[in-house]
T-cell receptor
Framework: DQQVKQNSPSLSVQEGRISILNCDYT??????FLWYKKYPAEGPTFLIS?????DKNEDGRFTVFLNKSAKHLSLHIVPSQPGDSAVYFC?????????????FGKGTKLSVKP | GAGVSQSPRYKVAKRGQDVALRCDPI?????LFWYQQALGQGPEFLTYFQNEAQLDKSGLPSDRFFAERPEGSVSTLKIQRTQQEDSAVYLC??????????????FGAGSRLTVL
């Protein structure tokens, strides 16, 4: 059973508009959430993270929101740029076990059209 | 090196062959992780090293999978008697320390294994 779910396999947005990528999780013991971005033929690269004790973290055009009661987080990109086109993975870290044992969602492919 | 280096980038194996995938982490990174990413899926944890010690191998799917990091730097993931379901991209990641905060992993580009 998937503990981290990204229910939208793809998203298409016009350049300059907001992109909102969603992620749901089932395990209330997760203590950190991270977003990774992946271009074809490259490894995932870290984008932004949020601790479970916070509800928002912002870094430039990227903001992550966490709603613990709904077990939901979202990544907002504004304004969206064509270079943001990539697959975005939501990942969560449990409070036990290996610190790097991240549990990933299946990813959402974002296309930003000029 | 500047990043995590993996080789080979692409490997085609006949079913039943053994394969070895290499990972060269960022110099000085203590922690090293292997993930498996099947087509259309997110990366799934396989195993974790802190220096040369394999602290977690709970994600290895079978005893055909074996990983080592004998000198605490380069790591090798070995798959014996490959099966078609082993076809995936194998990602290696490293991090400086086992952090108490967000453990930001730096990933390599991966080794794509295709088993015929």
């Amino acid at each position: 059973d998937q503990q981290v779910k990204q229910n939208s396999p793809s998203l298409s947005v016009q350049e300059g508009r907001i992109s909102i990528l969603n992620c749901d999780y089932t395990n209330s013991m997760f203590d950190y959430f991270l977003w990774y971005k992946k271009y074809p033929a490259e490894g995932p690269t870290f984008l932004i993270s949020i601790s479970s004790i916070k509800d928002k973290n912002e870094d430039g055009r990227f903001t992550v929101f966490l709603n613990k009661s709904a077990k939901h987080l979202s990544l907002h990109i504004v304004p969206s740029q064509p270079g943001d086109s990539a697959v975005y993975f939501c990942a969560a870290r449990g409070d036990g076990g290996s610190q790097g044992n991240l549990i990933f969602g299946k990813g959402t492919k974002l296309s930003v059209k000029p | 090196g500047a990043g995590v280096s993996q080789s080979p980038r692409y490997k085609v194996a006949k079913r039943g062959q053994d394969v070895a995938l290499r990972c060269d982490p960022i110099s000085g990174h203590v922690s090293l992780f292997w993930y498996q990413q099947a087509l259309g899926q997110g990366p799934e944890f396989l195993t974790y090293f802190q220096n040369e010690a394999q602290l977690d191998k709970s994600g290895l799917p079978s005893d055909r999978f074996f990983a080592e990091r004998p000198e605490g730097s380069v790591s090798t993931l070995k798959i014996q008697r490959t099966q078609q379901e082993d076809s995936a991209v194998y990602l290696c990641a490293s991090s400086l320390l086992e952090l108490s905060g967000a453990n930001v992993l730096t990933f390599g580009a991966g080794s794509r294994l295709t088993v015929l």
